[in-house]
């Protein structure tokens, strides 16, 4: 068992026989709940094993709850359950200020101890780097955010971490934030704090947000496009079609000309008559037909 004593320990269920073992451990992904730490775990246990779940929870006072054995797999990052540990941690109720869409607040002072704790922890008892993770590709280990392996940030041959698009999870904020986590959980593991500054990661963060927002930019333009096409496509058959009809009336009337033309000689029968027609308009209409 794996279980980190810093958390308190409250599974989903009895038997955690149902989350299959992790196939190696290459690191921990951090999440946002959007939500507090009480109604996730209570979300959580409602669902026991049979729903989604995360190995860990940080509430807004640095609290810890461990959900999952780490020797187990925890759904949370979806194709890259089988290799990373998960961290989900609350985002509402005080002290954080209301939010929306993906203005995702900032992690407390204690909540940034209290990942770092579990980063360090985590990093020890199953071998991986105390570094950020540059992608969601299964190549890469150590401590990730769920942005990583969500489309459109996910890089090409990387995991899919999540089924949505554009989620902001954990958000910008948070995710500036890393490199702290990284420095503090290097500190508690007696390593060095070589990172980044924060704004570096922000900024690169927000130049993603704005090619993704001039890729929508562009395919709404690509839309607009086919639809003029298919406006032009649909004319040009509604003005092929007027003139087909024009063309088989006039045919028409040919016929009905030729039919009245026929003079019936004393004593035809009924269907001699009707076979003459049949030859006449036969005729009209082989005549009349369109190149």
């Known amino acids: 068992m794996s279980r980190y004593p810093g958390a308190t320990w409250r599974p989903l ?4 026989s149902h989350q299959g073992p992790m196939s190696r451990h290459d690191g921990i992904v951090l999440h946002t709940m959007a939500g507090s730490l009480a109604g996730t775990e209570s979300m959580f246990m409602a669902s026991g094993f049979t729903g989604t779940e995360s190995h860990f929870g940080v509430g807004a006072d640095g609290t810890v709850l461990q959900w999952v054995d780490t020797s187990r797999r925890a759904d949370a990052n979806l194709n890259g ?9 609350a985002d509402t109720g005080p002290p954080f200020p209301s939010w929306s869409g993906s203005n995702v607040p900032a992690w407390t002072d204690a909540q940034l101890d209290a990942i770092a704790g579990i980063v360090a922890w985590a990093a020890k008892a199953h071998d991986f780097p105390i570094e950020a993770m540059g992608s969601s ?19 090409e041959g990387g995991e899919a971490w999540s089924e949505s698009t554009g989620k902001a999870c954990p958000g910008n904020r948070r995710i ?8 503090r959980a290097r500190a508690i593991a007696g390593g060095g704090d070589d990172l980044p500054e924060p704004a570096v990661l922000l900024a690169a963060e927000v130049a ?38 024009k063309e088989t009336e006039a045919r028409t009337a040919k016929v009905l000309a030729a039919i009245d033309a026929i003079e019936v000689p004393e004593g035809m029968t009924k269907q001699e008559f ?15 037909e369109v190149p």
């Open 13 to 16: 269920a009895a038997d955690p």
């Open 81 to 89: 359950t089988w290799r990373l540990l998960s961290v989900e941690t």
């Open 137 to 155: 590709r299964a190549g890469e280990r150590g401590v990730g955010w769920h942005r990583l392996g969500i489309a459109p940030w996910r890089v």
């Open 176 to 183: 500036a934030q890393v490199p702290e986590v990284i420095r």
């Open 208 to 245: 993603k947000d704005v090619s993704l927002k001039r890729a929508v930019r562009e395919m709404h333009k690509d839309v607009a496009a086919l639809k003029k096409a298919f406006k032009e496509f649909r004319d040009n058959e509604l003005t092929r079609d007027r003139k087909r009809t």
């Open 274 to 288: 009707r076979d003459i027609t049949r030859e006449v308009v036969q005729t009209e209409l082989a005549r009349s």
